[in-house]
């Protein structure tokens, strides 16, 4: 194993973000509280919400992504699809964004050595 320092380490290609998309169903009062404790489970966990059914949160690789999954599939809710997406640092600078119909810029992704 080469010392490459923490360059290799903290590559943009290593570094992942985290997309939690889901369909819940809210047709009775139980299924209410359980998206609302699903989508607060998130919260806690360290995702922020990027739209309504879509949560995200950064992950420095593989073994965060696996111990994130395994809690996530601890804390589904009884009904719904949920669907879990891995991009890399880099995928993700390159998102295209649309709000009201206009182009938003390009999304800053964290400073990756303000994150350790």
């Given at each position: 194993?080469?010392n490459g320092?923490?360059?290799s380490?903290?590559?943009g290609?290593?570094?992942?973000?985290?997309?939690?998309?889901?369909?819940?169903?809210v047709?009775?009062?139980?299924?209410?509280?359980?998206?609302?404790?699903?989508?607060?489970f998130?919260?806690?966990?360290g995702?922020?919400m990027?739209?309504?059914?879509?949560y995200?949160?950064f992950?420095?690789?593989?073994d965060?992504?696996?111990t994130?999954l395994?809690?996530?599939?601890?804390?589904?809710?009884?009904?719904?699809d949920?669907?879990?997406?891995?991009?890399t640092?880099r995928q993700?600078?390159?998102?295209?964004?649309?709000?009201?119909?206009?182009?938003k810029?390009?999304?800053?992704?964290?400073?990756q050595?303000?994150?350790?």
């Amino acid at each position: 194993m080469s010392n490459g320092g923490g360059a290799s380490y903290l590559s943009g290609y290593r570094l992942m973000w985290i997309f939690v998309m889901f369909d819940l169903p809210v047709g009775t009062k139980k299924q209410m509280r359980d998206a609302t404790k699903f989508r607060e489970f998130l919260l806690d966990e360290g995702f922020e919400m990027s739209q309504f059914s879509v949560y995200a949160r950064f992950c420095n690789g593989q073994d965060s992504f696996q111990t994130h999954l395994k809690r996530i599939e601890r804390n589904l809710p009884e009904k719904g699809d949920v669907h879990i997406l891995t991009f890399t640092d880099r995928q993700y600078e390159n998102i295209v964004r649309f709000s009201s119909q206009r182009r938003k810029k390009q999304r800053k992704n964290p400073d990756q050595l303000a994150m350790f």
